[in-house]
């Protein structure tokens, strides 16, 4: 369709390797930019072969998804069966896509914030992320990341050639990886802008629109010598960071204990509304969040924390008990 009206549009091919993470990783391995372990599981005894050849941890997700819903960190052979009802089971707007085992790589996660052009890649930010260990849900963000040049300058050639492999020529796009002691490993990315905000603590840290500069691109602009321009201009030193709240409880969302439906701090957000379900994973999982700028990245992140922790809730919770004797 984009093709018809004569805008830029990324071709069936790209969309489809993005979106299937399977895909994706099979389209990196052919052409050599990664060779993680990766394979689709149709039930616990695929995901038990996958451990014997692959080792443990490993992770098990849907093939297709968003908001880590269905993501498990599998420890040993004892969690296969947990890790894989958790991933083949239905989320919202996502139904049933299947099951993906793939190698756990450690090291301090990131993402990156690019412009694409041509077939030409620009990073915009690198941002440090931070997520639960055990549910992979993303509680922190701080750009741009802490690095080192010679580290900085890695995951952005890493994430360019990722992001050839895929096809892409033009637009944002949001890649997650993992800085390990081999080097970079991409997680999975995305066609568009980084979500929990991201695009705006982009625009705020290094002044770059991402949405803008994604509008003027549609409509025929040639943007990334104006986002160079802007990356080069010499801003002053800033950091933005987020910093979310996800208790790890089940039952009713009451409020703030004040009984206020808003906390009077503009950077500070509830994101529940009062009588929702607590589901204890996934994205959705998180009540609150609260953004905060400073000179460098562990400053904000200091004051984002601070001002979440600030915070306290009413929640309504059922026992499970059917009594004693």
Same mark, same amino acid.
């Given at each position: 369709?984009?093709?018809?009206?004569?805008?830029? $549009?990324?071709?069936?091919?790209?969309?489809?390797?993005?979106?299937?993470?399977?895909?994706?990783?099979?389209?990196?391995? +052919?052409?050599?930019?990664?060779?993680?372990?990766?394979?689709?599981?149709?039930?616990?005894?695929?995901?038990?072969?996958?451990?014997?050849?692959?080792?443990?941890?490993?992770?098990?997700?849907?093939?297709?998804?968003?908001?880590?819903?269905?993501?498990?960190?599998?420890?040993?052979? !004892?969690?296969?069966? /947990?890790?894989?009802? /958790?991933?083949?089971?239905?989320?919202?707007?996502?139904?049933?896509?299947?099951?993906?085992? #793939? +190698?756990?790589?450690?090291? %301090?996660?990131?993402?990156? !914030? /690019?412009?694409?052009?041509?077939?030409?890649?620009?990073?915009?930010?690198?941002?440090?992320?931070?997520?639960?260990?055990?549910?992979?849900?993303?509680?922190?963000?701080?750009?741009?990341? %802490?690095?080192?040049?010679?580290?900085?300058?890695?995951?952005?050639?890493?994430?360019?050639?990722?992001?050839?492999?895929?096809?892409? !020529?033009?637009?944002?796009?949001?890649? !997650?990886?993992?800085?390990? $002691?081999?080097?970079?490993?991409?997680? @999975?990315?995305?066609?568009?802008?980084?979500?929990?905000?991201?695009?705006?603590?982009?625009?705020?840290?290094?002044?770059?629109?991402?949405?803008?500069? +994604?509008?003027?691109? $549609?409509?025929?602009?040639?943007?990334?010598?104006?986002?160079?321009?802007?990356? #080069?201009?010499?801003?002053?030193?800033?950091?933005?960071?987020?910093?979310?709240?996800?208790?790890?409880?089940?039952?009713?969302?009451?409020?703030?204990?004040?009984?206020?439906? +808003?906390? %009077?701090?503009?950077?500070?957000?509830?994101?529940?509304?009062?009588?929702? @379900?607590?589901?204890?994973?996934?994205?959705?999982?998180?009540?609150?969040?609260?953004?905060?700028?400073?000179?460098?990245?562990?400053?904000?992140?200091?004051?984002?924390?601070?001002?979440?922790?600030?915070?306290?809730?009413?929640?309504?919770?059922?026992?499970?008990?059917?009594?004693?004797?």
């Amino acid at each position: 369709m984009g093709a018809a009206l004569g805008i830029a $549009t990324h071709s069936p091919e790209t969309v489809s390797l993005v979106q299937d993470k399977h895909a994706m990783r099979e389209r990196l391995r +052919q052409v050599g930019v990664e060779d993680t372990a990766s394979g689709r599981a149709y039930g616990e005894a695929d995901l038990l072969a996958f451990g014997e050849s692959a080792g443990y941890p490993f992770i098990v997700k849907p093939t297709a998804g968003t908001a880590s819903f269905g993501v498990t960190l599998v420890r040993s052979p !004892e969690e296969a069966a /947990a890790a894989y009802r /958790a991933a083949s089971g239905d989320f919202p707007g996502i139904t049933r896509l299947g099951v993906l085992a #793939e +190698q756990y790589h450690s090291g %301090p996660q990131y993402s990156v !914030e /690019a412009f694409s052009e041509a077939g030409e890649h620009v990073v915009v930010a690198i941002t440090r992320k931070y997520s639960d260990p055990e549910n992979m849900v993303e509680l922190g963000h701080v750009l741009p990341a %802490p690095l080192d040049a010679g580290a900085e300058e890695a995951i952005g050639c890493h994430v360019g050639r990722v992001l050839d492999a895929l096809g892409v !020529e033009f637009g944002p796009t949001h890649t !997650e990886i993992v800085l390990t $002691t081999e080097g970079p490993r991409v997680i @999975e990315t995305h066609l568009r802008v980084g979500g929990d905000d991201i695009f705006n603590l982009a625009k705020d840290a290094v002044g770059v629109d991402m949405i803008d500069f +994604q509008t003027r691109q $549609t409509f025929g602009d040639k943007v990334l010598p104006d986002i160079r321009a802007i990356l #080069e201009s010499g801003r002053a030193p800033r950091c933005e960071a987020i910093w979310y709240t996800a208790p790890k409880a089940h039952g009713t969302f009451i409020g703030l204990a004040d009984g206020e439906a +808003q906390s %009077p701090d503009a950077d500070v957000a509830v994101l529940l509304a009062p009588g929702s @379900e607590l589901t204890g994973h996934g994205s959705f999982a998180r009540i609150a969040r609260a953004r905060a700028s400073a000179p460098t990245a562990a400053e904000a992140l200091d004051r984002a924390r601070s001002k979440v922790d600030g915070l306290s809730f009413l929640f309504r919770v059922s026992s499970t008990e059917t009594g004693t004797v």
